[in-house]
């Protein structure tokens, strides 16, 4: 049988009954991989894994969240939802709102989403708004309009979409018999890391694991409000995905790391995407470039020490590359080799 997606593979963790109409895209159960070349091109003697969330069906994390909520909006009736997203919220409530049957409002910042994920959300028909602002502006007015009129905000906020991101530690724990000693994710509006430590404490519970992971976000340094410890106005990335100067989960977060003794880093544009180009280099994997921020994180802590012998480490990859795949030709097109006759091409070909 196929894998049947977050909330039949959950069933017993989440908000449903035998009456909820469920909407799927057969989201999750997504490969734990290991990787031994990164960990060796790092020096560091761990246990790296990379869970690969691009792999979800509109490629990203998101779907495990975005299943349950437009589910649960089914269920309650609604027939419009509405969004701001840095894109892959939006791909994601566009793709599954059409599954649904509702009409998906997205709002997202003019300029600053990458283009895979614009594509999404017109293919789905989703009715496309842009702000002149950034996500935190997009995200307080639909939060407001949400508040006052018939349309349901599937946003973080909404709290069905933690609950069924939640399900990406479950499959941490089930693929590994035991939680990491480390879980590593890129931080944006927060809501990913507050999930997976969620999802980590309920397994402790139900005693499948029995210990937990120190929680490891990382922000980009130039939208690095938490680090911070202030709300960044005009916050600045190439990783557009984590954007975010004011994020909605930032105690939840906060909280995550302080609980786990995890902690809450930030690294540069730079050391996310020699990340970025290590991961899809170094273990075939492409994720878009916010998605390499936790592995940059864990190759900025390794240079300090940071790691024991042994340690279990696992970075979510949270998005496809190819959502964003402007941006890796713009890193790699210097690399290409022009060919005019045979003896050029066996030149390349090193005979
Ligand atoms: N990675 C990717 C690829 C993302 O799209 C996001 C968030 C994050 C990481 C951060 O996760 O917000 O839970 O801390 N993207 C949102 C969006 C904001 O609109 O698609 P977070």
Not at 42 to 49: F, M, P, Q, R, V
Not at 141 to 162: A, Q
Not at 231 to 239: D, E, F, G, L, Y
Not at 281 to 292: D, N, Q, V
């Amino acid at each position: 049988m196929s894998w049947p997606g977050i909330i039949e593979a959950y069933r017993r963790f989440l908000p449903v009954s035998d009456q909820t109409p469920i909407i799927t895209l057969g989201e999750g159960g997504t490969p734990l991989l290991p990787a031994p070349r990164l960990a060796a091109a790092i020096g560091a003697k761990i246990d790296l894994y990379l869970k690969y969330e691009g792999v979800n069906p509109t490629g990203s994390f998101k779907d495990r969240g975005m299943t349950l909520a437009i589910t649960k909006a089914k269920e309650e009736g609604a027939e419009k939802v509405i969004c701001a997203s840095t894109g892959n919220t939006s791909a994601a409530a566009a793709a599954y709102s059409v599954r649904g049957g509702m009409k998906a409002y997205v709002l997202i910042p003019k300029g600053k989403i990458a283009l895979g994920k614009l594509a999404q959300a017109m293919m789905h028909r989703a009715t496309i708004l842009q702000v002149q602002g950034n996500f935190d502006e997009a995200l307080a007015l639909v939060t407001d309009v949400s508040k006052t009129y018939p349309i349901t905000l599937v946003n973080s906020i909404n709290p069905y979409r933690l609950q069924g991101q939640k399900t990406g530690a479950f499959e941490v724990c089930d693929d590994l018999s035991e939680a990491p000693t480390h879980h590593f994710l890129p931080v944006g509006n927060a809501g990913n890391i507050t999930a997976y430590w969620m999802g980590y404490t309920e397994y402790l519970k139900e005693g499948k694991i029995t210990h937990l992971p120190k929680m490891m976000g990382f922000q980009a340094a130039g939208s690095a409000p938490i680090v911070l410890g202030k709300i960044v106005k005009h916050p600045k990335t190439i990783a557009t995905a984590i954007r975010i100067g004011n994020p909605a989960s930032w105690k939840n977060a906060e909280l995550a790391a302080l609980e786990s003794q995890g902690k809450i880093d930030m690294v540069t544009d730079e050391e996310i995407i020699t990340a970025y180009r290590m991961i899809a280099g170094l273990e075939g994997i492409f994720c878009e470039p916010a998605s390499a921020a936790g592995v940059a994180g864990v190759i900025k802590l390794h240079k300090r020490d940071y790691f024991k012998k042994g340690d279990r480490v696992v970075c979510t990859l949270t998005g496809h590359g190819l959502k964003d795949a402007d941006f890796s030709l713009k890193t790699s097109i210097k690399e290409t080799t022009m060919v005019k006759s045979k003896e050029d091409l066996l030149k390349s070909l090193g005979f």
